[in-house]
């Protein structure tokens, strides 16, 4: 849990470009709506280096829309887990959205890399 003092801090950002990260929608507090968490410190260190690129928070929004196109997906499949009774069940979901995700990232990953190698540039 961090503060958004700490938040800016700790990711090396300024006030405006954490403003603009959160009105984007690629950061948010923590349901409690004072704290943010350790996934909004990844994407603020990871905007802060991105910006150091020239890169601000309104070129990030296509990121924002694929994960959420992924996140959709991820649920579709697993939604059907999650309902099932049991703890079992539900163990079994959540082991299905942490491996659907992680396939997600290196699926991602390897996409672009490949976009990029000029030997592989159709």
Not at 19 to 42: K, M, N, P, T
Not at 60 to 83: C, H, N, W, Y
Request: no cysteine; hydrophobic share 40%; charged share 30%.
């Amino acid at each position: 849990r961090l503060s958004r003092d700490e938040l800016l801090e700790s990711a090396g950002l300024d006030e405006d470009l954490l403003s603009a990260l959160e009105s984007y929608g690629l950061i948010g507090q923590r349901r409690d709506g004072a704290h943010y968490d350790a996934d909004a410190l990844l994407i603020a260190k990871t905007a802060a280096e991105l910006s150091e690129f020239g890169i601000e928070p309104r070129h990030l929004r296509s990121f924002k829309a694929a994960s959420d196109r992924e996140v959709g997906l991820i649920e579709q499949i697993t939604t059907p887990m999650m309902r099932q009774k049991g703890t079992e069940a539900r163990a079994r979901a959540e082991e299905a959205v942490t491996e659907l995700a992680a396939l997600s990232v290196r699926l991602h990953a390897a996409l672009v890399k490949a976009q990029l190698d000029p030997d592989l540039r159709r």
